[in-house]
């Protein structure tokens, strides 16, 4: 009997062992999902009815310029720290809408959030830059960049995220973006619906114990999303930037990561990439709780970003005057703008590009076999005009798509 006890099974960590999270999260995440953040668009006071209502232990950490609250939310009580931030610009949204969803999934009983949350304190600030979400702009209210504003501390939003960080002490630091939909995968025609960063501390893009950890963990992320999202993984660019703030993070010892939500094909609201999303910083919170296997020489594996993508290319447009005919392309790329009478994000078409577009993909990309241009407003294709035009059965009005 005492020889027997000495290979007693562990059937709970045999179990977590071989149950998958990516699974798990693909099996539940409609139950999970927050059904009323499907919009790109989220107003303070929303996020502050979410915020008050669902978590009531926040805490105040700061004001905005224009006097809204910042807040700080938590979960989980384990010895590895995380600290996390979205929107510090407020038109970026998936990474607020991801991360709620990320909570959600982790209030729920089952065995792997459990041991998430044993052994990682996860604490985030679910919009850091409120008046720029109300006008869903970039910059804070009174212009600044928050992303360049770590050295000279213009802004109290940011002395508010750094004077956070530094209390805290956490071991990792999540910071998440949204980037256009211009970016490609370096090499093909895909979307880079996530890409990640592990940033660089100096000019010389050295390789710190900070970084390589921040590596590691992206490593871990790339290789289990490669599953559900094969070829739409990319790697930011590590050029150090001397005032951005996840580059002054690592700088300062904190390891952290990028997390850069991009388009993922017909999702203009990003409610796929936010799933995604939400499961890249899942997959990055159980590499952090516990795995001991080195991933980081998987990062430089991650093929890079591009810019190599237009919303709409149209080949083979026919222009012609009276005496020439000239058969070229045509790439629109889509603006969003703040529609404040509805509420709603809305895409205005603009002429991004002219002439041989080989070298570029086209979310909507169609030959066109040289149907004549009939424009409206202007006789010929003017680049960084509104698209206000008809090529076969292709018509735009004054920057409106309409099939």
């Not at 989220?42 to 609250?69: A, C």
Request: charged residues 30%; proline residues 3%.
């Amino acid at each position: 009997m005492k020889r027997l006890n000495r290979f007693k099974i562990d059937f709970k960590k045999l179990y977590l062992r071989f149950m998958n999270l990516t699974k798990l999260f693909e099996e539940n995440y409609q139950k999970i999902r927050i059904e009323d953040f499907e919009s790109r668009f989220i107003p303070f006071s929303k996020l502050k009815s979410f915020v008050d209502l669902n978590y009531p232990e926040r805490k105040l950490i700061g004001k905005s310029f224009l006097d809204n609250d910042i807040y700080l939310i938590k979960i989980g009580n384990g010895a590895r720290k995380v600290f996390g931030w979205s929107q510090m610009h407020g038109n970026e949204s998936t990474g607020t809408r991801a991360m709620l969803d990320v909570f959600e999934f982790l209030k729920s009983e089952n065995e792997l959030s459990q041991k998430i949350k044993e052994s990682v304190c996860l604490y985030f600030v679910p919009m850091l830059n409120p008046d720029g979400s109300n006008r869903y702009s970039r910059r804070n209210a009174c212009g600044i960049d928050l992303n360049r504003d770590y050295v000279k501390e213009s802004s109290t939003e940011i002395r508010a995220l750094k004077r956070t960080v530094n209390e805290i002490e956490p071991d990792f630091l999540f910071n998440l973006h949204d980037q256009r939909s211009i970016f490609n995968v370096s090499g093909s025609s895909k979307p880079a619906t996530l890409s990640f960063l592990a940033p660089s501390p100096d000019v010389q893009r050295s390789v710190t114990e900070a970084r390589k950890k921040a590596m590691d963990v992206i490593g871990y992320i790339s290789k289990h999303l490669e599953s559900v999202m094969p070829g739409h993984i990319a790697r930011f660019s590590d050029e150090f930037y001397p005032t951005s703030t996840g580059d002054n993070f690592m700088k300062a010892g904190y390891s952290n990561l990028l997390f850069e939500a991009g388009h993922f094909p017909n999702d203009y609201q990003r409610n796929e990439s936010r799933r995604f999303n939400a499961l890249a910083i899942l997959l990055a919170l159980e590499k952090i709780s516990d795995s001991n296997q080195d991933d980081s020489e998987l990062y430089f594996k991650i093929p890079e970003n591009d810019k190599k993508s237009l919303d709409v290319v149209l080949r083979n447009v026919s222009v012609k005057s009276k005496n020439a005919e000239s058969l070229t392309d045509i790439g629109i790329y889509y603006e969003e703008k703040l529609n404040l009478d509805k509420q709603e994000i809305e895409f205005h078409s603009r002429i991004e590009e002219i002439g041989d577009l080989s070298a570029y993909f086209g979310h909507l990309d169609l030959d066109m076999e040289g149907r004549i241009w009939i424009g409206k407003d202007s006789v010929y294709p003017e680049i960084g005009k509104a698209a206000d035009f008809s090529v076969g059965n292709i018509h735009f009005e004054n920057g409106v798509f309409k099939g």
